[in-house]
């Protein structure tokens, strides 16, 4: 007769498939100059690196994405602004 522990071995367990479905789409995060003012180079890495092992995957990415927008929207308006003082 096979135990519990081999017949679960394979496959998720009924409790864990049902947290996946609960689990709400988190939205990304705004990213704006206020962040940025936030964000000190003097901070602690250590508490960084922790906060952001704590995110899950999907956070990590939006926020990824957050960031790489602001970044291109800024470097939009950086060039926008030197075009001009060019001319």
Known sequence: MLSR??????????????????????????????????????????AVKTKYLKLSKEELVNRLIAVEQYLAENQKRWKANQFEQFQ
């Open 5 to 46: 522990f081999h017949v679960l071995k394979g496959n998720k367990s009924h409790t864990y498939k049902v947290n996946q479905v609960r689990k709400k789409p988190i939205p990304p995060p705004k990213w704006d100059e206020s962040t940025t003012r936030r964000i000190s180079s003097e901070r602690d890495l250590d």
